[in-house]
């Protein structure tokens, strides 16, 4: 073994480690890995707590139209395309209204749930929002797939708003 692949070896593995402890999953005590206790996040939202109480929330599915029409959407739910949140929330409330169909959503209003397939374009969607000064939204990790795995009610096709042609 020659001095760079040792060297690369061991980078490698200093990376690791720096990483596990940036995400609180080591020590740097011992080389074990130490599992923290997960606290709840109370921007998480679970599927008990959404189906429990689904009138109360607006919920947003990000994913694209097309997917919401193949595969179905949780009842009463709006689409925003994660492609279009950034564009959307420029938007007037009038255009906004006009475009999804649905009040636009505002940086105050805590009833905004995010959802998508499962779960990773609602982090993307979260730090867009966040970025632009959103704080009380909820998040739905488990997103559509848990809602289906756990025998959420569907609108199967999914009918998302389609704007009127102008």
Not at 59 to 87: F, K, M, N
Not at 89 to 97: A, D, I, K, T, V
Request: proline share 5%; charged share 25%; with cysteine.
């Amino acid at each position: 073994m020659t001095a760079f692949q040792v060297s690369r070896t061991h980078r490698t593995y200093i990376g690791y480690a720096t990483l596990l402890l940036l995400l609180g999953c080591a020590s740097s005590q011992n080389t074990k890995t130490v599992v923290k206790p997960q606290l709840k996040d109370p921007q998480v939202i679970t599927f008990e707590e959404l189906s429990r109480e689904l009138e109360a929330y607006t919920v947003v599915d990000i994913r694209r139209r097309d997917e919401v029409i193949e595969y179905g959407q949780i009842p009463g739910s709006h689409v925003l395309p994660l492609q279009e949140i950034s564009e959307a929330l420029g938007l007037s409330e009038e255009e906004f209204l006009f475009k999804y169909g649905f009040p636009k959503i505002r940086n105050d209003d805590t009833s905004i749930v995010l959802t998508c397939t499962a779960g990773v374009r609602v982090q993307i969607a979260n730090k867009l929002l966040t970025e632009n000064g959103y704080r009380n939204h909820r998040l739905y990790l488990g997103s559509f797939n848990d809602w289906v795995k756990n025998g959420g009610e569907l609108i199967k096709p999914g009918k998302p708003f389609q704007p009127p042609i102008q």
